[in-house]
DNA sequence: TTGAAAGCGCTAACAC
DNA sequence: GTGTTAGCGCTTTCAA
């Protein structure tokens, strides 16, 4: 920036002016800076610059997410990049694959390089380690996951809500035995998309059946096996209700084994790629994860505009998208 | 800083000496000011850090792909964060979606905020302007497409080479009107796929038609448009190879409208996802871009390490899998 | 409209 | 082992 102004015969406060576009600077000026700038090929430093400006604002976010190569997280990672561009903020990414430890180093990586704001989807147990940021007024929202220890803005699909449509929309095809596949309940939005499964049998008077019932499908062959089991009961499930993408897949794969993928109904919870071109196509209750990080993103924003309201939940509907699997008859 | 040490009783040089875990220091002042940064919810602030600091990093890369939610882009950031987690390097992520302006305004972005080095899938139809950064030193690294205007590090997979074998593939069968089905052939991968089909069918004494060749297929309406239109022809092919994902996909919709699915070998560019759990299942050349982005990363890392050496092509070999839809005979 | 001086939070260099 | 001083590249404050 010396470099600019001596070249440019000027003091660095004017190059700072030219620079940021304050007002109060002759054409003249603005023309010459401006001419030294391109000559030597200057790019200023905004972190030089966010040291001693008054907002301290680094123009960054820091976002994490399950695994940016999961189709929802990438989704979720995209809807906020785009609202960001907007506003010319920058974005960090970071896959955290259900690890707390990695939770924890890779918001404090972020912290020290001064992040805006913090867009999360978060697997410590607790994220009251964060209360300290919050209250020096870092923006916090969490996304398809509710923090806990803290209070904070949450961007969450109404997954119970969403599940009990799901399993209703079996049980109105005739179905009675709807089993119900999951991933590990100490998830939250596990744990919510069980409650709207019971919750749905309830409401019909069917009585659950915890044979019917397997939690803690981290893996394919667990899945796969979890799946065979029922199939071998002697009043085998009729309709299966799998509360997660991964596990969908998997149960498609553990019928076609058993040739019964066209007399078992199925209805997921995500929405699964090539779902349409599958046989049958697959039915299920689509998340709407663009909606979700535009949401985060302006929520952030929002905060980082002066809003400093009681934080809030943000419920993003899902949508059930009838495709075939789920409407064979019981 | 300051009040850490204030707190600590000791002199802000000994704090960042604790923070920076150099030696020379005490077990006793470590543990005090240790005490005194945690007390106090201490940050260090590593732009202001780097400032001052000999090299200067930042501990930070951009990278820059398509659209972080395409799953080839995704994997591609996700080998990247892998690898730069190692170092505790943290990744700025930005999509460009074929927009060559939003190619040089997030470059610009991340050069502001002084990025060690630029992992980059450019779609400006030239990079001369990254030659200045190139020479004062900040590695670049190309991924998947080759730069113009400008010699760096490319890592790309062989485009023509594996195209060519997917083409030999399908001849093989007994194929001999083998259609190409391709992107805009301005796109580098474009180009270079559609000389491996030419090259392949040459290599055979197969004379290419010019109406089994359509490029520019950038919606899935051109491609439905493209295969109809070669299907009514009095000698249709027998045989397609769609040179990218996408189009693959659009391929298979547009035959099973037809029916033709099981009649007409196919063969993509590209693995899309559930390609085995169709039918047919799809026969691919899948690239590797988790291997890609790896590479990337890593050479990144070595020009940051001081490598100086000339530039170089990485080239990530693709794999034929073969899962059905490319192994129907003429 | 412009510039000089001070200082943001930290590290380099050197002194003790 | 530890502290002091200067200065990284910029913006703020205030004077001209």
């Known amino acids: 920036m010396k470099n600019v102004a001596d070249l440019a015969g000027v003091g660095v406060k004017t190059v700072s002016r030219v620079i940021n576009r304050e007002r109060h600077v002759s054409e003249a000026t603005i023309a010459r800076v401006l001419q030294a700038a391109e000559q030597l090929q200057y790019q200023p430093d905004v972190h030089a610059g966010n040291l001693r400006r008054a907002d301290r604002r680094t123009g960054t976010i ?180 799998s509360a997660q993408n991964l596990i969908t897949i998997a149960v498609i794969v553990a019928l076609r084994r058993v040739g019964l993928e066209h007399q078992i109904a199925l209805v997921g919870f995500d929405d699964i790629p090539m779902a349409d071109l599958l046989s049958p196509a697959v039915t299920v209750v689509a998340q709407d994860p663009s909606a979700m990080g535009r949401i985060a993103a302006r929520r952030i924003f929002e905060r980082l505009d002066g809003n400093t309201g009681p934080a809030r939940d943000f419920v993003v509907p899902s949508r059930l998208i009838q495709r075939g699997s789920g409407e064979i008859r019981a």
Chains 1, 2 share one sequence.
């Open 62 to 241: 820091g976002l994490l997410v399950g695994n940016v190569a999961n189709p929802f997280s990438a989704a979720v990672h995209r809807a906020v990049e785009d609202a960001a561009l907007e506003r010319h903020i920058a974005v960090f990414a970071s896959s955290l694959d259900d690890d707390a430890d990695r939770e924890r180093a890779s918001i404090e990586a972020f912290l020290r390089r001064r992040v805006d704001g913090l867009i999360l989807t978060t697997v410590h147990h607790s994220q009251a380690y964060l209360g300290g940021e919050l209250e020096q007024g870092t923006p916090l929202v969490f996304v398809d996951r509710r923090p806990n220890g803290i209070v904070a803005d949450t961007v969450l699909t109404n997954n119970a809500e969403s599940a009990a449509s799901a399993v209703g929309h079996l049980a109105e095809h005739g179905h009675t035995r709807i089993a119900y596949l999951g991933d590990n309940e100490e998830i939250f939005t596990a744990k919510e998309r069980k409650r709207g499964y019971l919750e749905a049998l309830r409401r019909r008077g069917i009585t659950p059946d915890e044979r019917l019932i397997t939690d803690g499908l981290t893996d394919d062959a667990k899945t796969a096996v979890a799946v065979s089991d029922m199939l071998a009961l002697d009043d085998p499930p009729t309709a299966i209700f």
